[in-house]
């Protein structure tokens, strides 16, 4: 284990000690907490070439190199959550791996609601306070970007594969000045004073709730049905970067594969499998 690290159970104290919920320590989680890391992904994929299964959770109260989608940085500040989830797919066919993803964010926006369903007038209807899922790996608090998912798989020797997904959330402080749109926030600007080892504890139990559900894939239209219900923009005008091109119209769905559906102008529906997603006026602007 690397230095400065602790499985459960071992070397944490305290009321501010990181912790798995109950139902993820039935399910058979584990946790390993670090001082530092320079990525919780990547030290979950080291765990993974060592020859750990998982479900094994990796947190670190300071993170140096976080990364997010095709290579950007993330910025991991003092008091918010870095973690990462090695997570078992033995009988996991792999058309379905990537629907992690959407599993993953369903966890994230319950576990955001439960941590904060104390606070005054939470209740998701003020939409400056409503908690939303932006394709493809993004959460949304009101209008600036409260978090985001990294999802990233490894075929190791042997022919074994590790998928690791990595959450970074913004909770006791939003990162200044960057050109990003939409601007970050944080749980901290609404009143939460619960830190990210309360959010952690709750994740981690509606991450297994939200994959008993997927059931490895053969239940993914429950998953996308919720992910729908709680997607960002839904109907709404959009603009996405894609392959060099931008591509404009309504946000009409996601379909069985996970993928974007844009209805253009014309009536034609265009399928995006990745790409940089932008709502109303800054799909305008794009």
Do not use: D
């Given at each position: 284990m690397a230095a400065g690290s602790a499985q459960e159970?071992?070397?944490?104290r305290g009321p501010s000690a990181y912790?798995?919920?109950?139902?993820?320590?039935?399910?058979?989680?584990?946790?390993?907490?670090h001082d530092r890391l320079g990525s919780t992904n990547t030290e979950a994929?080291?765990?993974?070439?060592?020859?750990?299964?998982?479900?094994?959770?990796?947190?670190?109260?300071?993170q140096e190199a976080g990364r997010g989608r095709r290579g950007n940085a993330w910025a991991s500040l003092p008091g918010n959550l870095a973690a990462s989830v090695l997570w078992p797919v033995?009988?996991?066919?792999?058309?379905?791996?990537?629907?992690?993803?959407?599993?993953?964010?369903?966890?994230l926006v319950g576990a955001i609601e439960a941590a904060c369903g104390t606070l005054p007038d939470w209740d998701g209807a003020d939409p400056a306070r409503s908690v939303r899922l932006k394709w493809p790996n993004d959460v949304l608090l009101g209008?600036?970007?409260?978090?985001?998912?990294?999802?990233?798989?490894?075929?190791?020797?042997?022919?074994?594969?590790?998928?690791?997904?990595?959450?970074?959330?913004?909770?006791?402080?939003?990162?200044?000045?960057?050109?990003?749109?939409?601007?970050?926030?944080?749980?901290?600007?609404?009143?939460?004073a619960g830190g990210a080892e309360t959010l952690l504890e709750h994740l981690s139990d509606h991450l297994a709730a939200q994959a008993r559900a997927w059931d490895g894939g053969r239940n993914f239209s429950l998953v996308r049905a919720r992910w729908l219900a709680r997607a960002a923009g839904l109907g709404s005008e959009i603009a996405v970067t894609s392959g060099g091109q931008i591509l404009r119209g309504l946000f009409e769905t996601i379909d069985e594969g996970g993928r974007l559906v844009i209805l253009g102008p014309d009536d034609s529906r265009r399928i995006v499998t990745a790409g940089e997603v932008h709502f109303g006026t800054a799909a305008t602007a794009a």
């Open positions: 159970g071992t070397a944490q912790r798995l919920g109950e139902a993820a320590r039935a399910g058979g989680h584990r946790l390993h907490v994929l080291e765990r993974a070439r060592a020859g750990e299964a998982g479900p094994l959770w990796v947190v670190t109260r300071s033995p009988r996991v066919a792999p058309e379905h791996l990537a629907e992690l993803g959407f599993v993953a964010g369903l966890a209008h600036g970007k409260l978090a985001g998912l990294l999802l990233e798989a490894e075929t190791l020797p042997g022919g074994r594969r590790a998928v690791v997904i990595g959450f970074g959330v913004n909770v006791a402080a939003a990162p200044e000045g960057l050109p990003a749109k939409p601007q970050p926030t944080c749980l901290a600007a609404m009143g939460y």
